[in-house]
């Protein structure tokens, strides 16, 4: 199956099995806006409730609020987004398809690296056991000049980017003749540049009405309650603050499913420290965010760093963290080192002081900020496209199994009457009402309990129960294993603890303290 298949088969299975939706479906959609369906919703919480508990719950500096979407117009003046939040963007006259200019030529990048790729292959099979990867690559006069031309287009990319010279993003595409992957012609518009806030009218009235935005990120409802938070916590620099909530960006080039949406959801954390100290905060965070997406197991060569060569106009360093999605190794992550720049913004903006007392260097300062900022959505995206697996199976049949970890999966656990007479149900109904208590359960009485089984394995439960006749005579019942589709007879007595060392965050908090200095 072609990477391709699969994506389109996953976003299927996503539909099909109540994960996701495409917003507004009757009315035919509404482009970039997705709406979770039961089992998405409660994936998408269980990813949160990761993300909040590893922040919050294991960092004693870090601590966690909910900010209004809806802020002052000012702050987003400060911020710079009504200034500089701004993608540019380039129009194909024939297909009158839009695109980011920037996109485009990541991936015409992405093109030769494939090709820089395929030689490689070629070398390793040609050389065998004595294929040497790195010489290879700097003496094979193909990878040389196709590695010369990536340097190249990099480094004009990022000059025209950092310069805002429009002109010479387009004639960057124009060189690199770049063709519209629709249309298949170079006949492009210039470059523009183009807002991606949402803005709205505030009031009961036209005339007395303010304009407002939709928040393109979270981070700034943090910054403007840093001297509330650090006050009424009593905290002491280094600490964070942490939010998840929603975001609004009117992305032009929306596509690649929930990859890049208008509406989306966002888990920020803004760590406050001293001013100097900032970069090795900044390596400290990127190892942190690093444990926390590995240790969900789902390959360590899925992930990789991405060092940015063009910053934003607030950092002074920045990283993504990126991950092997079924279209390529793309952004799931950003850790960003952001100066004062936000802080100092806003205390200019606003007029109030916006300082720390550090009563250990005797100074007042404005804080330095390093920023964890990742996508619920894409997190999502991430582990079903990791999750999503074809099997063949010994007995000729296939499954599809969503490998989801099992602290994360939506379902914990079915409890399975075999037969729906002779006592089983009930049966089956009294252990249901004393798990339920503890895990997110399902009940299932119809149809054959392969099929039962197949049907859980394809929304990612890790442990079905069943319940059989011996179940009556000595209260134990079958335990089946989602992955290795092993199977357990077990006392009643003993499921919530199976059940629970699989599918508590326990073992994987233990890991993170241990790892990352808390
Ligand atoms: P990209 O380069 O992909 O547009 P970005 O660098 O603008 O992303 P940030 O502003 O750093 O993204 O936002 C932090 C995180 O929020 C991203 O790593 C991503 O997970 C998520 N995110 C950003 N934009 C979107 C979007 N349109 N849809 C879904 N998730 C998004």
Redesign the pocket.
Known sequence: MTQDDLFKKLIAHSKEYGFIFQSSEIYDGLS?VYDYGQLGAELKNNIKKYWWEAMVRLNDNIVGIDSAIFMHPRIWEASGHVGAFN?PLIDNKDSKKRYRADVLLEDHIAKIEEKIDKEVEKGRKKFADNFDETKFKETNPNIIRNQNKIDNIKHRMNEALNSNDLDALKQLILDCEIVCPVSGTRNWTDVRQFNLMFSLQMGSTAEGASTIYLR??TAQGIFVNFLNVQKTGRMKIPFGIAQTGK?F?N?IV?RQF?????????M?MQFFVRPGEELKWFEQWKQNRMFWHKSLGLGDDNYRFHDHEKL?HYANA?T??EFNFPFGF?????I?SRTDFDLGNHQKYSGKKLQYFDSETGESYVPYVVET???????MLLILSAAYHEEQLSDGEQRVVLHIPPVLAPVKLAVLPLLKKDGLPEKAREILNALKCDFYCQYDEKDSIGKRYRRQDAIGTPFCITIDHQTLEDNTVTIRHRDTMEQQRTDISKIHEIINEEVSFKKIFEKLINQSKF
Do not use: T
């Not at 793309?330 to 950003?334: A, F, I, N, S």
């Open positions: 970039a993608d393109p990120e975001a960006r992305e929306a929930i990859f890049r949406m208008r509406e989306f959801e966002q920020e934003a920045a993504d963290i793309k952004e799931v992550e950003g960003h900022s990742i996508g619920v959505d894409r997190m």
